[in-house]
């Protein structure tokens, strides 16, 4: 089993060389995902914030809750709605982030989903390289995970950029 120790002791050419084909894989990899999440928006010609799935215009609600608690309190839905002390806090974080940065949720969330995409994207791709040793399957794998598929029991794999959701956090960190 080759360690990582190994590049060491190769010559800075040919470590250099080991990432190059990475990097363009990436760059290629990093476009596609880029392409096909603005199909939405070259289709219709709307803004992506426009766009956000019906899930993350829910959150966006809840994320609109605390900056202004009242903004919904006529509405029963959301006075019921309980969510796991991780969710609220992690919900509540990037309301104040947001905030701070003087950024709309709606367009916020859009962002965060497109930084999801990118760690769920660089992760695999590098999960992939180390465990089946091959720039190429790990490339094509990579490369074919931008498009979400829906299986049985409401399971996505891979996700479109559609909107801030917290399951897509946990699979770009995951």
Known sequence: MKSHLSLIKKEPS???????????????????AALLNMLPRIASNMPLRNLLSSDAEFY?????????PGVFALDQMFRQVVYPIGTRLILQNLTY?????????????????FINLA?????????????????????VITLFSVIPVHVLGGTTYGFQALG???????LGLS
Do not use: C, P
Not at 60 to 68: E, R
């Open 97 to 113: 982030i947001a905030d701070l940065l003087r950024i709309d949720l709606f367009q916020w969330s859009i962002i965060l989903s």
């Open 60 to 68: 966006v609600n809840f994320m609109q809750i605390y900056l202004d």
């Open 119 to 139: 760690l769920f994207l660089l992760g695999l791709y590098w999960l992939l390289r180390q465990s089946l040793k091959s720039k190429l399957f790990a490339f």
């Open 164 to 170: 801030f959701l917290v399951r897509d956090l946990a």
């Open 14 to 32: 040919e470590r250099t060389d080991l990432y190059k084909n990475s990097s363009i894989h990436v760059g290629i990899i990093m476009g596609w």
